[in-house]
């Protein structure tokens, strides 16, 4: 069993950057992937970002490339996305996930609160 927790969400200007932490507790040592994800109202749930917690290789949407980082603690138990340049389109509800498998399949079986984000104009 893991217990995702984020933090980090506020409101920024255009431009701006925000930095989110991810907190795993529990059977962590056995997971191989977490991501990030993001819901704004009426829309769909996107992937941001994901990384391969063994190889610490990351992907990531095509709309955030360039301006958003993932990365893990040295302990692989805190999980970061910093987010800069950030676009009012960017404002959302983000979400922390977790899987024992790989990367490969987006099948997450943990995830967090989340945490809003807010962009304006």
């Known amino acids: 069993q893991v217990r995702l927790m984020e933090s980090g969400g506020g409101s920024v200007q255009a431009g701006g950057s925000l930095r989110l932490s991810c907190a795993a507790f529990?059977?962590?040592?056995?997971?191989?992937?977490m991501g990030w994800f993001r819901q704004a109202p009426g829309k769909e749930r996107e992937e941001v970002a994901t990384?391969?917690?063994?190889?610490?290789?990351?992907y990531y949407g095509d709309s955030v490339k360039g301006r958003f980082t993932t990365s893990q603690d040295g302990a692989k138990t805190t999980l970061y996305l910093q987010m800069n340049s950030l676009k009012p389109e960017d404002t959302a509800m983000y979400y922390c996930?977790?899987?024992?498998?790989?990367?490969?399949?987006?099948?997450?079986?943990?995830w967090g609160q989340g945490t809003q984000v807010t962009v304006s104009s």
């Open positions: 996930a977790a899987k024992y498998g790989s990367c490969r399949n987006l099948d997450f079986r943990y």
């Open positions: 990384i391969d917690t063994i190889s610490s290789s990351a």
């Open positions: 529990g059977d962590t040592y056995s997971i191989y992937c």
